[in-house]
């Protein structure tokens, strides 16, 4: 995941003690080629300057089922750089999810993440997502840590808007009481940032790749503990005002206008709570930036705790209760069984009279009058019908005429006919498949199931890829009107292109396809339309266009930019 590093970061500082990351401290500084389908954004320009890069190693050959150690199978790549890969993946033995880093044993980092993962998994804090295993074996190195399906990433919670204070509260004071602890084992995490963050379903903060994530991406710096405190006031900064705290915009955050310099949150957003506001702007100090009152800025993870234990603690909102309605009794509850007797000499309520109408002579009033109403109503209607079938009857009524000429053309309009799929595969334009094996469940009468595409972190126009989609083969040439579409996401929007190809797969380029047709929708459906119908027995529906949406257990699908097509028709 190639997020932003607030600043190059060496994992450990100030201690004279051997610290547990002795030889994650030998990582250098490199750049990394970026993979924008998963976890790069474009503020990677803020990250400091690196010096060399990966190894010349090609990435191992690996595929969903493959299995490391007889024991773990991937199941699905979330993240794809040069050199090394990342995996969600079942061990089999335990039979629980996990996620695995994956890479060739002689990468130029293979050496450091080993370092940093086994130095990660001796610390054994819970508010740390725990490496489980790191292992040399048959020319990889691969890192397993816990995977959590109950948990959500900071990006994801901020996409809906800014964090109740007292929630950026409870986010703000664990991650900097996990960071202080690591700090005083001598590590340091050097990409803090809101996809390295989760929140569980129980309320709890917890912080994944504690060194590894640097190491991975050969991130050093000589003061590790400014670092990750700074990271932590703009992820603070962040939770309080849905904005990043730099001009460049930044998982799925828009950054500040530019020109005018970091500006405490308070002054960003209106309710903003104030003791938040200041709390990270003097974390962010670090930055170059000016406080925007006279506390001193907090340098480590360690000054930070002390600087919110100061703080008057921020209680959670009182909870809203319904006011119950109103107590209705039963008619068997309103009558007088089981009523207490009245004790004697109290004064008894003087029932209501009756309304007039209530009485015999009022009675007998209404009945007369609703028959009276009924035989107007009766005469009216025998009069209207009788209206009616004597203009009927009439043989040059031009209204009747017109009627029989309209219903002459709907007639003579033709109804769109289905046209039934035979076989179809993904089309694939650059890079790697997207989920080959699931097109056929575009077009298999259920909703429920169909064919995705990975998370991308760049959107909503696709950067690494100029499209995705799937080739259909309707079985010979038929007159196609429209292609209709079920989608899995809406939101942002979604933009499909229909073409008509020459053959089933991916060896026929788009240049020399027919564009048929494009709509862009923010729902979940979409139509594209053929202005002239045209005859083609193969047809492509094309992605280039992807809206954002969070974390999807149910489709094991991550954040990002992505879609899913649960269901294809096609009509001539």
């Avoid at 919670?157 to 986010?171: F, I, N």
């Avoid at 309710?271 to 506390?295: C, F, K, P």
């Avoid at 009468?445 to 259909?472: A, F, H």
């Avoid at 788009?510 to 083609?536: N, Q, R, Y």
Wanted: include cysteine.
């Amino acid at each position: 995941m190639a997020e932003r590093s607030t600043a190059a970061v060496d994992v450990a500082d100030n201690s004279d003690e051997s610290s547990l990351t002795a030889q994650a401290d030998q990582s250098t500084a490199d750049g990394v080629a970026k993979n924008r389908e998963r976890d790069t954004d474009s503020d990677e320009v803020q990250e400091s300057t690196r010096t060399d890069g990966p190894g010349k190693t090609s990435p191992p050959e690996l595929h969903s089922g493959h299995k490391l150690a007889r024991r773990y199978r991937l199941e699905e790549c979330v993240t794809r750089l040069d050199g090394f890969s990342s995996w969600r993946a079942v061990d089999e033995k335990l039979r629980r999810a996990v996620g695995v880093h994956i890479l060739p044993a002689d990468h130029s980092r293979a050496r450091s993440v080993l370092a940093a993962a086994r130095s990660s998994a001796l610390l054994g804090d819970p508010r740390f997502v725990q490496v489980l295993d790191a292992v040399e074996e048959n020319d990889l190195v691969y890192v397993v840590h816990e995977w959590l399906p109950d948990a959500t990433e900071l990006t994801t919670l901020l996409a809906s808007g800014p964090l109740e204070p007292y929630d950026a509260y409870q986010m703000v004071s664990q991650i900097s009481s996990a960071m202080a602890a690591a700090h005083r084992e001598g590590l340091a995490h050097l990409r803090l940032n809101p996809n390295a963050v989760l929140r569980t379903s129980t309320g709890q903060w917890r912080i994944r790749g504690l060194a590894v994530n640097a190491a991975l991406r050969g991130v050093a710096s000589d003061t590790p503990q400014r670092a990750d405190t700074e990271a932590i006031g703009a992820l603070l900064y962040a939770a309080l005002t849905q904005r990043w705290p730099y001009e460049s915009d930044a998982y799925g955050l828009s950054g500040l206008p530019k020109d005018i310099g970091l500006i405490a949150p308070d002054q960003v957003r209106a309710g903003v709570h104030r003791g938040l506001s200041e709390l990270s702007m003097r974390a962010l100090i670090n930055d170059g930036a000016t406080a925007s009152r006279h506390e001193s800025p907090c340098t480590t993870p360690e000054e930070l705790v002390k600087a919110i234990g100061e703080m008057p603690r921020i209680r959670p909102p009182e909870p809203a209760f319904t006011a119950p309605p109103e107590y209705q009794r039963t008619s068997y509850q309103q009558g007088t069984y089981g009523r207490q007797a009245p004790r004697p000499g109290a004064t008894q309520p003087v029932p209501t009279p009756p309304p007039p109408l209530q009485s015999r002579t009022g009675k007998a009033l209404k009945w007369a009058v609703s028959a009276l109403l009924i035989a107007a109503l009766g005469l009216g209607s025998w009069q209207l019908a009788d209206a009616l079938m004597d203009q009927g009857g009439k043989a040059d009524d031009p209204n009747q005429t017109q009627h029989n000429e309209d219903s002459d053309k709907n007639e003579n309009s033709p109804a769109p006919k289905p046209i039934a799929i035979k076989d179809s595969e993904e089309y694939v334009a650059k890079g790697d498949a997207q989920h080959a094996s699931d097109v056929s469940k575009t077009y298999d009468g259920n909703t429920s199931t169909g064919w995705r595409t990975s998370s991308y972190l760049d959107g909503p126009k696709m950067v690494i890829k100029p499209g995705v989609g799937i080739v259909y083969d309707l079985g010979s040439e038929k007159e196609v009107s429209a292609a209709t579409l079920s989608l899995r996401y809406g939101g942002d929007h979604t933009t499909v292109e229909l073409y008509a190809t020459d053959s089933l797969g991916s060896s026929t380029p788009l240049s020399s396809m027919k564009e048929l047709g494009e709509v862009t929708t923010s729902s979940t459906s979409a139509k594209v339309t053929v202005d002239k119908p045209e005859k083609s027995r193969y047809l492509l529906v094309w992605l280039t266009a992807l809206p954002y949406s969070g974390d999807d257990p149910a489709n094991y699908s991550n954040p990002g930019y992505k879609q899913a097509i649960t269901e294809v028709k096609f009509t001539g």
